[in-house]
């Protein structure tokens, strides 16, 4: 459903600009993205043992990885005081992520070392508004933003030494489907009358993953592991405008 929403947006706006005044413009764009991708994780875990004994905590872990990342966009731009106003479709991606991090998880007399791994991975079709602040020059400042759609994959694997000598190994995946934004700022450059490049920077949150997992029998750990997916970008590429 979504993919069908998305295509006939694309028709739609296709169709609308073939009776574009003469002052408005379409273009592509292509984009590349590099930045970090941070994953903020709550986890709470009930773990009981055949003693049996009952181990109980909570641990927060703020998790951060490079990112590399590309996005294909089409657009309108129309002329208002001041500068021009652009609208566009925009489709993302980027490679896998992949980060880890040790802390204290149980909190119940002694503590547990704990360590947590995961890789990330997101896709995104955002709907973006863009202001550029015509200063009479080729280099044009720019500020905007966007909502849409975001697809996550989280893949998890958690271990532990535990008090008792043994060991706790989990692993997980988990997909969302999620409200997202973005907000940023940049500058580009009319090379020419039709190509132009930009520089910018931007902040997107992709919203986040909720995990819940195992139970309560002896050696089978109840976890409950909730993540918060953004990203800090900085984006070069270019337009084209036909």
């Not at 706006?13 to 941070?38: D, E, F, H, K």
């Not at 875990?45 to 590399?68: C, N, Q």
Request: a negative charge.
């Amino acid at each position: 459903m979504k993919k069908l929403l998305i295509i006939s947006a694309t028709i739609c706006t296709c169709g609308v600009a073939n009776a574009l005044p003469s002052n408005w413009n379409q273009y592509a764009a292509l984009r590349v993205g590099i930045g970090i991708m941070n994953n903020d994780i709550e986890t709470d875990v009930l773990y009981i043992t055949s003693t049996p004994t009952r181990y109980y905590g909570e641990s927060e872990f703020d998790m951060s990885d490079f990112l590399l990342g590309g996005k294909i966009a089409y657009g309108l731009g129309m002329p208002i005081k001041y500068g021009r106003v652009r609208t566009e479709l925009e489709l993302g991606g980027m490679l896998e992520t992949s980060t880890s991090d040790t802390g204290n998880m149980f909190i119940a007399y002694t503590p547990v070392i704990m360590d947590y791994d995961i890789k990330t991975s997101a896709y995104t079709a955002m709907l973006n508004v863009y202001f550029d602040w015509d200063l009479g020059y080729r280099l044009v400042p720019y500020v905007g933003g966007g909502i849409g759609y975001a697809y996550t994959r989280s893949d998890v694997t958690m271990h532990a030494e535990l008090p008792n000598g043994g060991r706790m190994n989990i692993s997980r995946n988990d997909n969302a489907s999620n409200f997202a934004f973005q907000l940023g700022a940049g500058v580009s450059y009319a090379a020419t009358a039709r190509l132009t490049i930009d520089a910018g920077y931007r902040f997107t949150d992709y919203g986040g993953t909720d995990m819940e997992f195992g139970g309560t029998v002896p050696n089978n750990p109840y976890i409950e592991s909730d993540s918060d997916i953004y990203s800090h970008e900085f984006l070069f590429g270019m337009r084209y405008s036909f």
